[in-house]
């Protein structure tokens, strides 16, 4: 029930994001967006503290990221160039997820973003997921043609993602 | 109490609050004038204690929250100060009425309040009162402060007075239940006497002694009585007072610890007062009792024991909060106390740097459910939560909020939108989303950041800005989107923004100027450098013809370097001075100059890119525009820019100006470092005559040279080629020079192909502009198209030469066509005469003029002559004959006319010969021989050079052609024949010098003299000789008769016996012959090389042995008789 997977770079701009409803792919982002507040704040504090210690693993980031108080109807006037229209978009508050963060040794960032609403996730099967995540970046990073710092445009890292979240889902 | 005051902090519990409010009409801002200078008198140190009283001031305050005044002091409203206007005396009593209403509005929480009257002048004025000041008008009332101070002094007794009296009213045996207003119905009928009552209202009275206790600036107590207060809270589980106890502990430690105010900057606390930032800034300075002061120990000695134990520690203050904040909500209604204590707690958490835990307290703001909220409510709530996420670093999240406030601000459901505050708080979220509305930004490589957010974030900027009525704005935004998202959009959406683009740009045409908006945020200009995409800026050379050119002479002043040295292994590779490296050639003032540009149309439709023109700086330049059209997807597409340099100097190619959709944009080429480029200054020189050159020949090929002609002739012929030359620029021609080079080096050429006489333009110079000067030019080919070896073939080797001896003809013709006796060689050299050859040549006209001339520059202009040149008559064999005289020979040539037409060569002797097409005959000339040692240099080179020459003067038209000065030269063995003998024999006969045609006559009967004289013409001395003169008759039909013994008698000998004769002397012998008989008589002489004795014959040939003719006639006597 992985909804979004997303790798961020060190200077903190999407290499590669995919999430599970296409259709409301922007929605992802910002979530993703915000959540690196919190990854850089774990990370300067592990830094600080315990500079050896190889923990990637950065657990939950918005432990009940779900804006349920809010007025559900959030209408954001959103526009395209050739004619307005309103449409009701930021759902986002209403959905209940759960963020986790993973931090590679190169500060490369994976976010998973969770339904929270399934609660048979365990630590240790986000765990796996961010290995496997990071196996697979691996790959990607040692691929010669691949130049560090673009956007990630690899089959074997895509048909991994989206079978990682099919399985979970 | 339902609306939560977000600006509050912990350290607003030990102030207390003071309500200014206008009575009457005030004007807006005479009121806030006034506020202000009240406000300025935020804290007051009481005389005769240490103690400083803090008042916080409030113009608007709802008296529902003041209801909630015993639960937090702070929130009671205790002063009031009122603002009036009164112009009169009359309206004094209404305006009094007034202030005392008002008073009652919080009468029972009021200490104290005051009356301010501005206006006001008199009998009324006059009176002192306390509760009222008069002042006559708004700039006049120089003691408000001092007012407000002795109000606020006021205020503190009243306070001290409150506290002392619940403080000791210990023994009391009734205290009374303090409650908030929601309880009030819960405690009806309750059991007043039980002892968990007592407890309880103990407990609220404790927590409400803190409070007044911190108020009053005591510290230490206001702990102490907390510390209590929570001990009796807990025990009787009053839970909401509990908190409030927590609360106060944690505000009394947050304000001893953290003496500089948890508020900040970042919160302004009072949007519309630049004061409260002052304040934030001398509140580091204040003194708070208790504290430490600068030597370490406290003025409060007695305080210093208990603080210790009673003062909260960091980590306390947070988990007290926490507490407290789990205490509020357990009750519904005390939503809004719960929120401002989450706020409060990340203020402090924020000083702390704890951004993680501030978060989380953040974050239970965030569900706290204040029930239906208006949605200016709602806005505020969420730029307050965008701004304490932004005071604990997550810019993220505070943008988010922000973004959600923006939205917020034009939701449906408002009547009237805030495009405006929606527009500004977009705007404020800008830096969250790492987006900087500087494209310069962008300019370095490809875009990174979170792009499908950014897009968003600026389709909204546009809409917004569009909605609140700011065309200008939108058409920056979405000029701005265009240029740096442009690889992001897809092809229909980029469609989308550049037609709306265009229905902007309609009402409000982009352009490059900073737009700033009303807060003082500039929006830099957007040059939309990628609608076309430039790929590389290449200036180019003028035309050829219009290359100026620096005299020789003047190069010395050009070599100017930078360094001393000569050498220097130091190169500069930057890339900048790459850039700016100055270009090999010039341009001139006035003349049109080009910037080759490649561009290309990265959108999936046409692109209109209209004036596009170049942007230059060092010189005045007038650009002209040029519009044009891209197809969509275009490949490299090259552009040509032009324009007119007006001034001299160094001209700068900066950039280029486009105008897309309706935006004009200057883009720099600076600021593109993806544009290649071989150097953008390029010196510019003073202007230039310009020559325009016409010919009356047609010009039928374009060439490289600027202009050319091209002509047809056959060899040696001659045409005149006017040249006409007009000055089509704005300066004076004055100097004009004229060369000529001929290109093709591979051919023989003779003599001057081109020819001019220079001296009648020159004359009409200086030529002004519009005016045209000609010039005659003579056009000769001369080009050597024998075929060389076989020419110099012996004519004896074939049938139809002619051998006898002499021949009586001075011009023989043969008349047989060479084609049939030798068809093969004349096939094949038919094949080789019949090419034509080509001859170019450029004349070079080399003029300056004007202001370019005094700097020393001079334009080439240059005319190409192609001549095709063909061939006409052939001398296809030479030979000569031995004429009848001596001093003469026949030069046989085989003429071969390979044009298509008939002709006629006539030669010196003015005996025309008329050819056929391809028709071969054979001429001979009659010339004299000569002295081939007198030729200056019979050479070889001479002989190549005179052979043509002799050729190309028979020309198709050619009348006369003096073959004799130059014929001796045709080929050394052909000289042999054609010179001198090395010896010549002059006969004289009868006194007159004897040869092969002169017939010399004589009598018979007479002695006949006969001298022979041998010239030695050779560089040897020859001789001796025997020389032999034996006569004889010619009978004309082969047979010759020596046997004249009987009619021919010589007086003396017959044979002469010549000695050695030294190189050019001679020697003469002399003898007398006597002729018996009339008759034809020829002398034969003979040489014997005597020398040797052997008495050998010499060979005729070497001496050119003059045959004598002698006619010996009947004497007249003899006649007579």
């Not at chain 1, 923990?55 to 959103?78: A, F, N, Q, R």
């Not at chain 2, 430690?253 to 900057?265: C, N």
């Not at chain 2, 070889?940 to 043509?948: C, F, K, L, M, W």
């Not at chain 2, 040897?1020 to 000789?1025: L, S």
């Amino acid at each position: 029930m992985a909804v979004c997977i997303a790798v961020i770079a060190k200077e903190n701009y999407p290499l590669y994001i995919r999430s599970v409803p296409v259709q409301n792919e922007l929605k992802f982002h910002y979530t993703v967006h915000t959540s690196l507040d919190v990854v850089e704040e774990k990370i300067s504090a592990v830094g600080k503290a315990m500079a050896d210690q190889r923990e990637l693993y950065l657990g939950l980031l918005y432990p009940t990221e779900d804006y349920k108080v809010y007025p559900s109807h959030m209408i954001i006037v959103y526009y395209t160039p050739v004619c307005m229209f309103f449409i009701l978009i930021e759902n986002i508050l209403l959905y209940r997820h759960t963020r986790y963060g993973y931090v590679t040794n190169s500060k490369v960032k994976f976010v998973i973003v969770a339904d929270s609403s399934n609660t048979s996730l365990r630590d240790n099967e986000i765990r796996s997921m961010f290995r496997k995540l990071h196996n697979s970046f691996t790959d990607v990073m040692c691929n010669p043609f691949y130049n560090p710092g673009d956007t990630i445009q690899s089959k074997a890292f895509d048909s991994m993602v989206s079978a990682m979240m099919v399985q979970a889902s | 109490m339902s609306i939560p005051d977000y600006m509050q902090c912990a350290e607003d519990h030990q102030t207390v609050l003071v309500v200014v409010q206008p009575v009457g009409i005030v004007p807006e801002d005479e009121f806030f004038r006034i506020y202000k200078r009240i406000t300025s008198v935020a804290q007051v140190s009481i005389r005769d204690s240490q103690r400083n009283l803090y008042i916080r001031y409030r113009h608007h305050y709802l008296p529902e929250n003041n209801e909630w005044g015993d639960f937090q002091t702070h929130r009671k409203v205790v002063g009031l100060i009122s603002v009036t206007t009164c112009g009169s005396a009359k309206e004094w009593p209404q305006t009094s009425d007034r202030f005392h209403c008002q008073k009652d509005v919080f009468g029972a929480t009021l200490y104290d309040s005051r009356l301010l009257v501005f206006g006001l002048q008199g009998e009324i004025a006059e009176q002192q009162r306390t509760d009222v000041a008069f002042y006559p008008s708004y700039d006049d009332c120089p003691d408000v402060e001092k007012r407000v101070e002795d109000f606020v002094e006021s205020i503190f007794i009243v306070l001290e007075s409150k506290r002392l009296d619940r403080a000791t009213d210990k023994s009391g045996d009734k205290i009374p239940l303090l409650c908030v207003p929601f309880e009030k119905k819960d405690f009806v009928g309750l059991d007043t006497d039980s002892r968990h009552y007592k407890k309880r209202c103990q407990g609220r009275m404790r927590k409400h002694v803190g409070d007044l206790c911190l108020q009053a600036g005591m510290l230490q107590d206001a702990l102490v009585h907390y510390h209590m207060a929570v001990e009796l809270l807990r025990s009787v589980n009053d839970f909401l007072w509990l908190g409030a106890a927590l609360e106060g502990l944690c505000s009394a430690s947050v304000i001893f610890h953290y003496p500089g105010g948890t508020a900040g900057k970042a919160s302004g606390r009072e949007p519309s007062l630049a004061h409260g930032q002052g304040q934030a800034a001398d509140a580091g300075k204040r003194h708070r009792p208790g504290a430490l002061t600068a030597n370490g120990i406290s003025a409060d000695t007695s305080s210093e024991i208990g603080r210790a134990k009673n003062c909260l520690g960091p980590e306390d203050i947070i988990e007290k909060y926490k507490e407290a904040i789990s205490y509020y909500g357990k009750y519904k209604n005390a939503g809004v106390i719960e929120l401002e204590a989450c706020v409060k707690a990340v203020r402090v958490l924020a000083i702390q740097k704890r951004a993680m835990e501030a978060s989380e307290f953040l974050q239970n703001a965030v569900y706290i459910n204040l029930g239906q909220l208006s949605e200016e409510e709602k806005i505020q709530r969420y730029s307050i939560l965008s701004e304490l996420y932004h005071l604990i670093g997550f810019h993220r999240k505070s943008a988010f909020f922000k973004r959600v406030a923006a939205m917020q601000c034009v939701a449906p459901t408002i009547p009237e939108p805030g495009w405006r505050a929606c527009y500004k708080l977009l705007l404020e979220t800008l830096s969250g989303y790492s987006l900087c509305l500087d494209p310069k930004d962008f300019s370095k490589g490809s875009h990174r950041g979170w792009a499908a957010v950014q897009v968003r974030l600026l389709h909204e900027l546009v809409y917004a800005s569009r909605r609140m009525g700011n065309p200008g704005l939108s058409v920056r935004h979405l000029s701005f989107l265009l240029q740096t998202m442009l690889d992001l959009l897809s092809d229909q959406e980029k469609k989308e923004v550049t037609q709306s683009l265009e229905n902007y740009t309609s009402k409000c045409p982009g352009g490059m100027e900073v737009l700033t908006l009303p807060d003082g945020l500039k929006l830099p200009p957007v040059p939309l450098s990628k609608l076309p995409i430039v790929r590389s800026v290449k200036l180019l050379d003028l035309p050829v013809s219009l290359r100026p050119h620096k005299q020789k002479g003047l190069l010395e002043n050009n070599m100017s370097s930078k360094s001393p040295f000569i050498y220097s292994p130091i190169i500069m590779h930057t890339r900048g001075e790459e850039r700016t490296k100055k270009i090999e050639f010039r341009w001139v003032q006035g003349d049109v100059c080009e910037v080759q540009l490649m561009v290309y149309n990265p959108m999936p439709f046409e692109l209109r890119v209209e004036h596009m023109g170049l942007l230059t700086s060092g010189v005045e330049f007038e650009a002209l525009p040029a519009a044009l059209s891209l197809p969509a997807e275009s490949g490299l597409y090259p552009v040509t820019l032009v324009g007119v340099p007006r001034t001299a100097g160094n001209i700068n190619i900066s950039g280029y100006h486009t105008s897309v959709f309706g935006v004009t944009s200057d883009c720099l080429l600076d600021g593109l470092p993806s544009v290649r480029t071989s150097g953008c200054v390029v010196e510019v020189i003073p202007s230039l005559p310009r020559l325009q050159l016409s010919t009356s020949l047609p010009r039928p090929f374009s060439s490289r040279l600027s202009s050319s002609v091209s002509v047809q002739l056959f060899n040696g012929e001659t045409q005149q080629l006017t040249i006409t030359l007009e000055n089509i620029g704005s300066e004076d021609l004055e100097t004009l020079e004229v060369t000529s080079k001929t290109c093709n080096t591979k051919e023989k050429l003779f003599g001057e192909f081109l020819s001019w006489d220079l001296e009648e333009a020159v004359s009409q110079l200086p030529l002004k502009p519009g005016q045209s000067v000609t010039l005659t030019v003579n056009v000769k080919v001369r080009l050597d198209f024998s075929g060389g070896e076989n020419l110099l073939q012996d004519l004896n080797d074939d049938g139809i030469s002619v051998t006898g001896l002499p021949i009586s003809s001075p011009l023989r013709q043969v008349l047989k066509p060479r084609a049939e006796t030798k068809p093969l060689g004349s096939e094949s050299s038919k094949t080789d005469y019949n090419h034509v050859k080509t001859l170019e040549a450029v004349m070079t006209f080399k003029y300056s003029g004007g202001a370019g001339k005094m700097e020393g520059y001079y334009r080439d202009l240059s005319l190409g002559v192609h001549v095709d040149v063909e061939p006409s008559v052939f001398f296809t064999r030479v030979s000569t004959l031995p004429a009848t005289r001596t001093r003469q020979c026949h030069l046989l040539l085989d003429v071969f006319n390979s044009t298509e037409h008939e002709l006629m060569v006539s030669a010196n002797n003015n005996q025309d010969l008329v050819l056929h097409p391809s028709e071969c005959q054979r001429m001979a000339i009659q010339v004299a021989k000569f002295d081939f040692h007198t030729l200056p240099q019979p050479d070889q080179e001479a002989v190549r050079y005179t052979n043509p020459k002799l050729l190309e003067e028979e020309r198709l038209h050619a009348q006369a052609s003096m073959i004799s000065s130059t014929l001796g030269s045709l080929s050394v063995s052909l000289s042999l024949s054609l010179s001198l003998c090395s010896s010549s024999l002059d006969v004289v006969v009868n006194g007159k010098p004897c040869d092969c045609d002169i017939i010399a006559d004589c009598k018979v009967g007479d002695a006949v003299p006969l001298e022979v004289k041998l010239t030695n013409r050779s560089k040897n001395a020859v001789g001796p000789f025997a020389l032999t003169v034996v006569p004889f008759q010619d009978y004309q039909n082969g047979v010759q008769n020596y046997d004249l013994q009987d009619a021919v008698t010589f007086i003396g000998s017959n044979t002469f016996y010549i000695d050695m004769v030294k190189p050019t002397e001679n020697s003469a012998c002399m003898g007398a012959l006597l002729f018996l008989y009339t008759g034809d008589f020829y002398l034969n002489i003979k040489f014997q090389d005597d020398s040797a004795g052997q008495g050998k014959e010499l060979p005729p040939s070497w001496f050119g042995l003059p045959s004598v003719h002698i006619k010996a006639l009947e004497a007249p006597i003899e006649a007579g008789a």
